[in-house]
């Protein structure tokens, strides 16, 4: 029962990471491949009304971990207070940018939110991916179930850590490509004219980066939790998501170099998908790793709620999953086709 609700509370953020995630990337690159009024319109269209939907994965993903581990997200969020305060003011300053910009008619009112819209996405890819590469090396935890540190202390990766280290550092230039990578593959398929070759040429290079980014952060992690490595060798689903990860390279290989733009966009979504759902697998049970004592990390198991409460929400859970993807599908398709330079078609915003 608590593995399954581990990937219930997984497949949530992996689900929001993947489909937010091509909105912080397309914000990132919102000046480099919008160069006119008209074509920056043209990608906050192409977003849509869908950002807003996105963030309710979010929502759902605090709900459940809070039904399912609630000793974690106590001790989770207390340690977190300031990072997890930034998230949210990027949150709702993204959101503030993409309804407001064009309330007024006015150039400088337009840059200054365009300029607001692309600094929220940026700061919110560097904010998960610090919190992944925290989530990875271990935080301060001690034996009261309790933690907190600063931004930073002496930027190493064991003891008494901070929130940024060369490690979660690191982490957060790669998720920052990587997402910058998913979100120009996302207008490749949704724009049409200038901005999409803009986005065609930026998403090949992208890409291209992120193999040897990736690569980079797999040996620090070997550097940093040696003891993941050791897990994953003897985990199955490690291996099956291994096997995803090659399958979604060549297929997003195939889909640039032959400019099949939907077969990219799908294999983007597994690409992101499965490094998630590999790392989740990686770390299970632990669920934060204490950096002071090894003894003194929470598991699934220790943090999880009562069997009779995980019981009780698997019978609403699947209800609530249902209307969620209904509603996807509806407003997906209410806002699907490619969004001209020439004005907005998609009838928002």
């Given at each position: 029962?608590?593995?399954?609700?581990?990937?219930?509370?997984?497949?949530?953020?992996?689900?929001?990471?993947?489909?937010?995630?091509?909105?912080?990337?397309?914000?990132?690159?919102?000046?480099?491949?919008?160069?006119?009024?008209?074509?920056?319109?043209?990608?906050?269209?192409?977003?849509?009304?869908?950002?807003?939907?996105?963030?309710?994965?979010?929502?759902?993903?605090?709900?459940?971990?809070?039904?399912?581990?609630?000793?974690?997200?106590?001790?989770?969020?207390?340690?977190?207070?300031?990072?997890?305060?930034?998230?949210?003011?990027?949150?709702?300053?993204?959101?503030?940018?993409?309804?407001?910009?064009?309330?007024?008619?006015?150039?400088?009112?337009?840059?200054?939110?365009?300029?607001?819209?692309?600094?929220?996405?940026?700061?919110?890819?560097?904010?998960?991916?610090?919190?992944?590469?925290?989530?990875?090396?271990?935080?301060?935890?001690?034996?009261?179930?309790?933690?907190?540190?600063?931004?930073?202390t002496d930027f190493r990766v064991r003891g008494n850590v901070g929130l940024l280290d060369w490690y979660t550092v690191s982490i957060a230039v790669f998720t920052v490509v990587m997402l910058a990578a998913h979100g120009a593959t996302y207008l490749m398929l949704k724009t049409e004219g200038a901005v999409h070759d803009r986005s065609a040429a930026w998403a090949k290079f992208l890409w291209a980066a992120v193999l040897p980014l990736f690569l980079a952060i797999s040996a620090e992690s070997?550097?940093?939790?040696?003891?993941?490595?050791?897990?994953?060798?003897?985990?199955?689903?490690?291996?099956?998501?291994?096997?995803?990860?090659?399958?979604?390279?060549?297929?997003?290989?195939?889909?640039?170099?032959?400019?099949?733009?939907?077969?990219?966009?799908?294999?983007?979504?597994?690409?992101?998908?499965?490094?998630?759902?590999?790392?989740?697998?990686?770390?299970?049970?632990?669920?934060?790793?204490?950096?002071?004592?090894?003894?003194?990390?929470?598991?699934?198991?220790?943090?999880?709620?009562?069997?009779?409460?995980?019981?009780?929400?698997?019978?609403?859970?699947?209800?609530?999953?249902?209307?969620?993807?209904?509603?996807?599908?509806?407003?997906?398709?209410?806002?699907?086709?490619?969004?001209?330079?020439?004005?907005?078609?998609?009838?928002?915003?």
């Open positions: 029962m608590v593995g399954t609700w581990y990937v219930i509370v997984s497949f949530m953020l992996i689900a929001y990471i993947t489909l937010d995630g091509r909105n912080f990337g397309a914000g990132t690159l919102h000046y480099i491949v919008a160069r006119t009024p008209e074509e920056r319109q043209q990608v906050i269209a192409a977003l849509g009304p869908l950002w807003s939907w996105h963030e309710v994965w979010l929502v759902g993903f605090g709900g459940t971990l809070l039904l399912a581990f609630p000793r974690l997200m106590a001790s989770a969020f207390a340690g977190y207070y300031l990072a997890l305060f930034l998230i949210l003011w990027s949150l709702v300053l993204r959101g503030v940018s993409i309804e407001v910009r064009s309330h007024i008619d006015d150039r400088l009112w337009q840059s200054f939110w365009d300029f607001v819209f692309i600094a929220s996405n940026l700061l919110l890819a560097m904010l998960f991916g610090v919190a992944a590469g925290n989530l990875i090396r271990g935080v301060p935890l001690d034996g009261n179930e309790s933690f907190s540190f600063a931004f930073f070997w550097v940093v939790r040696p003891d993941l490595f050791a897990h994953a060798f003897h985990h199955p689903i490690c291996w099956l998501g291994l096997l995803l990860l090659l399958a979604s390279i060549v297929m997003l290989m195939s889909g640039l170099s032959r400019n099949k733009e939907g077969r990219a966009f799908i294999a983007s979504n597994l690409l992101l998908g499965s490094i998630l759902g590999t790392g989740a697998a990686t770390i299970f049970p632990v669920m934060l790793y204490s950096t002071l004592h090894s003894e003194n990390s929470l598991t699934a198991y220790s943090v999880a709620a009562s069997r009779g409460t995980l019981l009780i929400a698997s019978t609403w859970w699947p209800i609530g999953l249902a209307l969620t993807i209904i509603y996807a599908v509806f407003i997906s398709r209410g806002y699907a086709g490619r969004v001209s330079a020439k004005g907005d078609t998609q009838g928002s915003y």
